[in-house]
Protein backbone atom coordinates (compact mmCIF):
# COMPACT_ATOMS: atom_id res chain seq x y z
CA UNK A 1 0.00 0.00 0.00
CA UNK A 2 1.33 3.11 -0.56
CA UNK A 3 0.99 6.13 1.78
CA UNK A 4 2.83 9.17 0.66
CA UNK A 5 -0.19 9.93 -1.49
CA UNK A 6 1.80 11.00 -4.87
CA UNK A 7 0.50 8.96 -7.18
CA UNK A 8 2.41 10.50 -10.40
CA UNK A 9 5.85 10.15 -8.50
CA UNK A 10 6.99 13.67 -8.97
CA UNK A 11 10.57 14.81 -7.45
CA UNK A 12 9.96 17.11 -4.21
CA UNK A 13 9.77 21.06 -4.59
CA UNK A 14 13.11 22.56 -4.90
CA UNK A 15 14.34 25.59 -2.24
CA UNK A 16 13.76 27.90 -4.89
CA UNK A 17 10.01 27.12 -5.23
CA UNK A 18 9.47 26.98 -1.26
CA UNK A 19 11.13 30.41 -0.40
CA UNK A 20 8.46 31.38 -3.26
CA UNK A 21 5.87 30.00 -1.39
CA UNK A 22 7.30 31.69 1.89
CA UNK A 23 7.35 35.08 0.74
CA UNK A 24 3.83 34.77 -1.24
CA UNK A 25 2.53 33.68 2.11
CA UNK A 26 4.13 36.66 4.23
CA UNK A 27 3.03 38.83 1.35
CA UNK A 28 -0.75 37.54 1.89
CA UNK A 29 -1.31 37.68 5.24
CA UNK A 30 0.58 41.15 5.81
CA UNK A 31 -2.53 42.68 3.24
CA UNK A 32 -5.05 40.36 5.65
CA UNK A 33 -3.41 42.09 8.47
CA UNK A 34 -3.24 45.44 6.90
CA UNK A 35 -7.24 45.22 5.34
CA UNK A 36 -8.26 44.27 9.03
CA UNK A 37 -6.88 47.24 10.22
CA UNK A 38 -8.63 49.82 8.03
CA UNK A 39 -11.91 47.43 8.66
CA UNK A 40 -11.66 47.89 12.34
CA UNK A 41 -10.82 52.02 11.86
CA UNK A 42 -14.08 52.47 9.85
CA UNK A 43 -16.08 50.10 12.17
CA UNK A 44 -14.67 52.28 15.18
CA UNK A 45 -15.69 55.84 13.67
CA UNK A 46 -18.75 54.73 12.58
CA UNK A 47 -19.51 53.18 15.65
CA UNK A 48 -18.23 56.85 17.51
CA UNK A 49 -20.47 58.58 14.90
CA UNK A 50 -23.32 56.32 15.85
CA UNK A 51 -22.94 57.01 19.54
CA UNK A 52 -22.44 60.69 19.34
CA UNK A 53 -25.74 60.71 16.59
CA UNK A 54 -27.93 58.62 20.07
CA UNK A 55 -26.28 61.14 22.43
CA UNK A 56 -27.14 64.27 20.76
CA UNK A 57 -30.78 62.83 19.52
CA UNK A 58 -31.80 61.80 23.32
CA UNK A 59 -30.48 64.97 24.82
CA UNK A 60 -33.62 66.48 25.27
CA UNK A 61 -35.37 63.34 26.06
CA UNK A 62 -32.64 63.04 29.16
CA UNK A 63 -33.59 66.90 30.27
CA UNK A 64 -37.15 65.77 30.27
CA UNK A 65 -36.44 62.83 32.68
CA UNK A 66 -35.00 64.63 35.12
CA UNK A 67 -37.30 67.87 35.47
CA UNK A 68 -40.13 64.61 35.67
CA UNK A 69 -37.72 62.97 38.13
CA UNK A 70 -37.40 66.16 40.38
CA UNK A 71 -41.25 67.15 40.00
CA UNK A 72 -41.83 63.97 41.55
CA UNK A 73 -39.16 63.94 44.14
CA UNK A 74 -40.06 67.08 45.45
CA UNK A 75 -36.75 69.11 43.96
CA UNK A 76 -34.50 66.85 45.93
CA UNK A 77 -33.61 65.04 42.50
CA UNK A 78 -29.37 64.65 41.96
CA UNK A 79 -27.71 63.45 38.80
CA UNK A 80 -26.77 59.73 39.18
CA UNK A 81 -22.74 61.05 39.85
CA UNK A 82 -24.18 63.28 42.53
CA UNK A 83 -26.76 61.10 44.08
CA UNK A 84 -24.21 59.82 46.84
CA UNK A 85 -25.98 57.19 49.25
CA UNK A 86 -29.61 55.36 49.38
CA UNK A 87 -32.38 57.82 50.62
CA UNK A 88 -31.38 58.22 54.87
CA UNK A 89 -27.66 58.90 53.70
CA UNK A 90 -26.87 55.33 55.15
CA UNK A 91 -25.23 52.21 52.83
CA UNK A 92 -25.74 48.89 54.22
CA UNK A 93 -23.58 46.32 52.51
CA UNK A 94 -24.20 42.13 53.71
CA UNK A 95 -24.53 39.09 52.93
CA UNK A 96 -27.51 36.96 53.95
CA UNK A 97 -27.53 33.35 53.71
CA UNK A 98 -30.98 31.11 54.43
CA UNK A 99 -30.19 28.17 55.82
CA UNK A 100 -33.33 25.60 55.84
CA UNK A 101 -34.27 23.77 58.73
CA UNK A 102 -34.89 20.68 59.20
CA UNK A 103 -39.20 21.48 59.91
CA UNK A 104 -38.96 23.31 56.59
CA UNK A 105 -38.04 20.50 54.35
CA UNK A 106 -40.31 18.41 53.05
CA UNK A 107 -41.38 14.77 53.97
CA UNK A 108 -38.69 12.54 53.43
CA UNK A 109 -36.23 14.82 52.25
CA UNK A 110 -32.61 14.09 52.94
CA UNK A 111 -32.94 11.02 55.29
Known amino acids: MNTNFDPAGSPT??????????????VVL???FMFSLVIFAVVAVAGLI???????????????????????TGGRYAE???????????IIEGEAVRVAEVRDRPAGYGQ
Request: no cysteine.
Open 13 to 26: HGVLTRILSVLVGV
Open 30 to 32: TAA
Open 50 to 72: FGFYFWWKTRELRRQMREQAAEQ
Open 80 to 90: PAEAGSGADGE
